[in-house]
């Protein structure tokens, strides 16, 4: 079955710290790109992070840059998503995916092949 599945969210003090994984299956995942989204209650999805296939790029949005830190285990499938200094503001539901979108330094960087598959998502909430 192709999936990928999200796991690592939770209740987080602000200020705190939290790592997000995304577990593939299905497909050559070494083939992918893998994006990292988040949509907040009453906002529109956003991307937040990117990784190519090999590992070698990496691509953050102008609002978490610093903060998160993405990177990539292929032989075990699985990307992660570090987040730290955790704030209110990024209370939101959090998607893998096979694609990347996002705005980082004024520009769009988008990444996509045929196969466009999302995650179920993972909530993060972050108390104060």
């Known amino acids: 079955e192709v999936q990928l599945v999200e796991s690592g969210g939770g209740l987080v003090q602000a200020g705190g710290s939290l790592t997000l994984s995304c577990a593939v299956s299905?497909?050559?995942?070494?083939?992918?790109?893998i994006g990292w989204f988040r949509q907040a209650p009453g906002k529109e999805r956003e991307g937040v992070s990117c990784?190519?296939?090999?590992?070698?790029?990496?691509y953050y949005a102008d609002s978490v840059k610093d903060r998160f830190t993405i990177s990539r285990d292929n032989a075990k499938n699985t990307v992660y998503l570090q987040i730290d200094s955790l704030n209110a503001e990024d209370t939101a539901v959090y998607y893998c995916?096979?694609?990347?979108?996002?705005?980082?330094?004024?520009?769009?960087?988008?990444?996509?092949?045929?196969?466009?598959?999302w995650g179920q998502g993972t909530l993060v909430t972050v108390s104060s």
């Open positions: 995916a096979t694609k990347c979108d996002l705005m980082a330094t004024g520009q769009r960087y988008e990444l996509y092949r045929d196969l466009e598959i």
């Open positions: 990784i190519t296939s090999s590992g070698a790029t990496t």
């Open positions: 299905g497909f050559t995942f070494n083939d992918y790109a």
